[in-house]
């Protein structure tokens, strides 16, 4: 196999070209940035539940020692985190605590979904544009009669759009809206786990009317007896 023979400027810009206009319409721009900004992270570490608690330890102690009113919010970089632990402290409450978390997951989550929307709708326009490709192509074929006449440019390019569209399609566009709905779920879930680790670090710390109420939502069977 001769790797020079898969390259065709031609081909690519059919394909590769035509793909992306047509997400940019279908998607529209303010969803294709937040793909190539979600791209862009993938770059970056993910999420790290050690390292968040690890940032938290100072704020968890001082509540813990302090109590959750004479505390005062410690930064920690995380924008969910340091907001949910001002509004906890501001507040006295989990309820809070909750709110936040709930207001940022949901933030989260569109992102993601316009980011994995965005690929998908990319990995499915590919392999149509590989198909237009091969059509326009195949309209470029001599005529039978033609003496001498040469098919192999034409076929190379109907044969090459095909392949640059199945390419981009499943080896491209569908891994990465895979690989970036993976890290969301994976982030959901570590976040998650933090926020109960916190709840349950700062639950004893709490008012005396919010701590039964915790407790309460923590044992429902106590409830219903």
Known sequence: MQ????????????????????????????????????????LHRPFDPERARADMAVQVQEI???GVIRSRPTPTGDAE???ATAMLIGSRSLGALQLAHAT??????????????????AADLAPVFGLAGT????????????????FSAAISMAVLTTLYGLLLGNLLFTPLARVLARRAADEER????????????????????????????HHPAAVSA
């Not at 790797?3 to 721009?29: M, N």
Request: charged share 25%.
């Open 3 to 42: 790797p020079e023979h898969l390259l065709d400027p031609a081909s690519a810009l059919i394909v590769v070209g035509g793909t992306l206009l047509a997400t940019v319409l279908r998607c529209g721009t303010g969803d294709c940035l937040t793909a190539v900004a979600a791209l862009g992270n993938l």
């Open 64 to 66: 813990r020692r302090d």
């Open 135 to 150: 059509l326009i192509a195949l309209n470029q074929l001599p005529p039978l009669d033609q003496p001498e006449a040469d």
């Open 81 to 83: 985190f340091d907001e």
């Open 190 to 217: 570590d976040r998650q786990a933090v926020i109960d680790w916190l709840e349950g670090q700062v639950a004893d710390a709490l008012p005396h009317v919010e701590r039964h109420h915790t407790e309460r939502a």
């Open 104 to 121: 940022h997951k949901r933030r989260r989550i569109e992102t993601s979904q316009r980011a994995v929307r965005t690929f998908t709708q």
